[in-house]
């Protein structure tokens, strides 16, 4: 039965496991009991029959319950361990307690022990919730403290990408508004300025909303063409400056639907094929970004390949970091690796990045898919 409680019992007399059965039984107690009395049986019994609580007798021929209890710290296990023995003295009783087991009681007075085993098993349970509420303030205060200095990092940083390109621009309005006598070209020279003041601010601007939109949105789970997606994801990129000197070459795998999260996908795809373009190596005869997606019943395995000028080996643990920029060649405002980073922990998935400065670099991409879900 599911609800039977699982007793191992190390005790080396059948006929004081059979007095232990009749004192669980007369509580109606439903239990189903593993008796050993070696310590090779004891530890496969603790992983094979993976006992409820644990009943032990002192002294064994060949083992002893001193050793079985420190056998069980040792593999941290949180099962109960009761000393069940003849008469002991008070010292070794309170000596076994301190050592870690949960209770002792005489083989003479076995009525107590259905109480006792309810009793252990209460305090373990109880403590078992309370470590698992300690983890989740645990892991909510370093989120919160992880949160704090985000946000810090990130009026900073914003404020600056926000307000740098518009006091540009303002700037070059006040020219044009102030100098009726500009030549043509320099005018168009100041429009161009302008334009990539507002594009950088565009650039600013959605990446806050990437960032926001993927921090607070629940997913949404739907059938994703990625061979579709992906063709978008490089139309919409194509006003990139440089995209027309981009050779792309796409390949998909696999002919099982993929469910996860398109929002977020497409936002991961945005920002790696978008800095593919924007990283070329332009004294490159060919630059070329290769996109490699397989989808199997389990997974996504997406790999972006770009030969491009690489990221230096002392950078590649900083990229994920908020506002990380390994170039100037990009004067955008540094969220796009790390939004990606976080889009692909919220699907679940995991994330890496290698790089040959000058070379090449290779993200390679899993995620889960969601098909056994829908």
């Known amino acids: 039965m599911e609800n039977e409680l699982r007793i191992l019992m190390l005790e ?35 992983e094979e029959f993976k006992p409820d609580v644990i009943l032990s007798d002192h ?30 003295s008070e010292e070794f009783a309170v000596n076994c307690l301190k050592r870690g087991a949960d209770d002792y009681v005489l083989k003479s007075n076995l009525s107590r022990l259905p109480l006792a085993i309810r009793y252990a098993l209460r305090q373990h349970r109880n403590e078992s919730n309370r470590q698992t509420q300690e983890e989740m303030l645990r892991k909510q ?10 946000l810090d990092a990130f009026v900073y940083s914003v404020s600056h990408d926000l307000r740098s390109p518009l006091s540009s621009v303002l700037g070059l309005i006040n020219i044009l508004k102030l100098d009726k006598t500009l030549p043509a070209e320099t005018i ?9 003041s507002v594009k950088k601010l565009d650039e600013t601007l959605q990446g806050i909303l990437n960032y926001s939109r993927n921090a607070r949105g629940e997913l949404i789970i739907t059938e994703v063409d990625v061979e579709d997606l992906v063709t978008k994801i490089i139309d919409q990129l194509k006003y990139i400056e440089g995209f027309e000197d981009i050779s792309f070459q796409t390949d998909v795998y696999g002919h099982t639907a993929l469910y996860t999260d398109e929002y977020r996908l497409a936002v991961v795809l945005n920002n790696l094929i978008s800095n593919a373009i924007k990283y070329a190596d332009r004294y490159k005869d060919q630059s070329v970004v290769q996109i490699k997606a397989t989808v199997t019943p389990a997974h996504l395995t997406l790999i972006i390949r770009d030969n491009g ?17 390994a170039s100037e060649i990009s004067k955008g405002a540094g969220l796009g690796l790390y939004i990606v980073k976080e889009a692909v922990d919220k699907l679940k998935g995991n994330i890496i990045i290698q790089s040959q400065h000058g070379v090449e670099t290779l993200v390679r991409i899993t995620i889960p898919n969601n098909l056994l879900t829908k």
């Open 12 to 46: 080396d007399q059948e006929d004081d496991a059979g007095l232990i059965d009749r004192a669980l039984q007369k509580e109606r107690v439903a239990f189903v009991r593993l008796r050993v009395d070696t310590r090779e049986e004891f530890e496969k019994a603790l």
């Open 141 to 150: 205060n370093e989120e919160l403290i992880k949160i704090n200095h985000e």
């Open 309 to 325: 000028i690489g990221i230096p080996k002392d950078q590649i643990g900083r990229v994920f970091g908020m506002f990380y920029r």
């Open 188 to 196: 168009y020279s100041y429009v161009s300025m302008i334009e990539n």
């Open 59 to 88: 002294a064994l021929p060949q083992f002893n319950s001193i050793e079985a209890l420190r056998l069980c710290i040792a593999k941290k296990l949180n099962i109960p361990f009761i000393l069940v023995t003849g008469t002991v």
